[in-house]
């Protein structure tokens, strides 16, 4: 019997519901960058939890991430994970870390991730977006789409790291927006990650092989997508739902497809776009990750 969508959310529990505050940090994270360094932005396919206590080639992947960029000042998140009406940023100094998940291996609850929060750039987006009325959060923490990452990513938990909601109520070219007016974070030395799937099929998923054989509509869908993020086709990846078919199978729903707008945005006509994970986990989820920069 497949797993229907119902059923994999409730075992999942996926509710879509400063970095100064040490000087000897502060001073740390300051001279960690030079003036003229300018971040990537990176998107992430984050897939299961379980990813949390896997080692496997996407795993990896994210491990030697660091070698190839500048080391940040803080991270902000834009997780699938976080689902609210209006756009929030968090604004905790020690964000708790959210257990947003069910019925997983009792070790992955065992796992902690004590990052600070970073409330002053966390205030910057709040100055460098004009047109939007950005609310502050004072209780959000690290849902599941940004701590398990950033596990593999920063292990020692050493950079400050808040998060941004998505307004699931907008339409794509809301969040391709909002994503060009943050891309002047990456000159501040902040890693901005999007953090979602491009393709995210619950409902077909094949729970019990995570190295199951991939859907046909899965790759081709993914393929596509990765096509126009070759020719810098924006246009084609806002419009993905005129793809038909093959789009209503791999985005059933767009909140974890949202977060590849945010990076897609902040990409400027100098910026690369490299890809250092391309993969499936479950036949129904892409794991492609990639950076702009």
């Given amino acids: ?3 229907t969508r119902l059923d994999f959310l409730k075992l999942l529990g996926i509710a879509a519901s400063s970095l100064y505050n040490h000087s000897i940090l502060g001073k740390d994270f300051r001279l960690s960058m030079t003036k003229n ?4 932005a990176i998107f992430i396919g984050h897939g299961s939890p379980e990813n949390g206590i896997l080692q496997n080639g996407y795993t990896k992947a994210l491990n030697a991430l660091p070698k190839n960029i500048p080391t940040p000042k803080a991270v902000l998140v834009i997780s699938a994970h976080w689902l609210t009406k209006g756009t929030f940023v968090a604004m905790t100094d020690k964000p708790e870390i959210i257990y947003d998940f069910y019925g997983f291996p ?13 409330p002053l750039f966390a205030e910057r987006v709040m100055e460098i977006v004009k047109t939007l009325p950005l609310q502050k959060d004072l209780e959000w923490g690290l849902d599941h789409g940004a701590w ?10 050493n950079i400050p790291v808040f998060q941004m909601s998505i307004d699931i109520n907008q339409p794509p070219e809301y969040h391709y927006n909002l994503g060009k007016q943050l891309s002047s974070l990456r000159d501040m030395g902040v890693l901005v990650i999007g953090s979602g799937n491009i ?8 729970f019990s092989n995570i190295d199951g054989a991939v859907y046909d509509w899965s790759y081709e869908f993914d393929s596509i997508v990765k096509k126009n993020l070759d020719q810098n086709n924006h246009t084609a990846i806002l419009n ?3 793809l038909g078919m093959v789009a209503r199978l791999s985005v059933p729903t767009p909140d974890h497809f949202y977060p590849l707008l945010y990076i897609i945005g902040m990409q400027d006509s100098k910026d690369g776009l490299s890809y250092f994970y391309e993969g499936f986990q479950h036949s129904s989820i892409s794991m492609r990750c990639f950076q702009i920069g």
């Avoid at 398990?148 to 938990?157: E, S, T, V």
């Fill in 37 to 40: 360094e300018k971040m990537p």
């Fill in 240 to 242: 993905y739902l005129n």
């Fill in 148 to 157: 398990i990452p950033l596990l593999h990513i920063y292990p020692k938990a």
């Fill in 199 to 206: 393709v995210h099929n619950l409902q077909r998923i094949n």
């Fill in 1 to 3: 019997m497949k797993l």
């Fill in 106 to 118: 009792e070790k992955l609850y065992q796992l902690k991730y004590n990052a600070l929060g970073s």
